[in-house]
């Protein structure tokens, strides 16, 4: 039977302390990186800590093998890279997904977009993965954003094209050059059709998608 610390005892001045003192197991303590926003299972298990605190009521799964704090307040830069993170190495990120990266606000972010230059599929709620016989031109974090342009322009109006091209020719994220050089050498990519009809209606000054 548990007693109470007896007369001139000292009492634990810490939760943990206490735990310990009622025969309870010690609360581990959490990296600050686990806390501030998503990361793999893999991650966390790097760090030496055990799959079961996930399963405890401190974390929630994002999507599979993708945790978040559960009290962390999702943005929209943390869904992408929880995507990201879910998604095997060859798969990039496309379409409004790699322009959403770089700070665009449309829409909503999701579905997420990815693309890989297999015949792998996979079914995840809130992604979608994109197959290609050949991949398009990528950079550190994805297709590039003429690429990721093109690949948008294939659903996307005829008003949001010509915004979002406005906006990523504005900003320096992609140039004409690249984009008329792109759908030149690849005329066969989805995308590089309508990318052609539009190409004479972007305007680099534009510095909003409003205008």
Known sequence: ????????????????????CWGMPRRHE????????????????????STKILRGQRFRR?????????????TAADTI??????????????????IQSLGLVLGSVTPLHFVVES???IDIAGIVL???????PTDAVGVTPAAAFVAFCTHASLIDAI?????????GHMSRHEL??????????????????????????????PE
């Not at 915004?163 to 900003?171: C, M, P, S, Y």
């Open 62 to 74: 994002v999507y599979p093998r993708v945790w978040v704090a559960a009290e962390h307040p999702m």
């Open 130 to 136: 994109h197959r290609t016989v050949a991949m398009p």
């Open 30 to 49: 959490i990296a600050p990186q686990f806390l501030a926003g998503p990361f793999s299972t893999a991650k966390f298990v790097e760090q030496g800590y």
């Open 119 to 121: 015949d792998l599929h």
């Open 1 to 20: 039977m548990q007693r109470y610390p007896q007369q001139g005892s000292v009492f634990p001045t810490d939760l943990g302390a206490w735990r310990v």
């Open 163 to 171: 915004a979002v091209g406005d906006w990523l020719l504005h900003r």
């Open 180 to 209: 008329h050089e792109l759908i030149s050498d690849q005329p066969w990519r989805a995308g590089a059709r309508e990318v052609r009809y539009l190409f004479n209606k972007l305007v680099q000054r534009s510095r909003s998608i």
């Open 81 to 98: 890279e929880a995507g990201r993170l879910c998604m095997p190495p060859p798969a990039r990120m496309t379409d409004i997904t790699r």
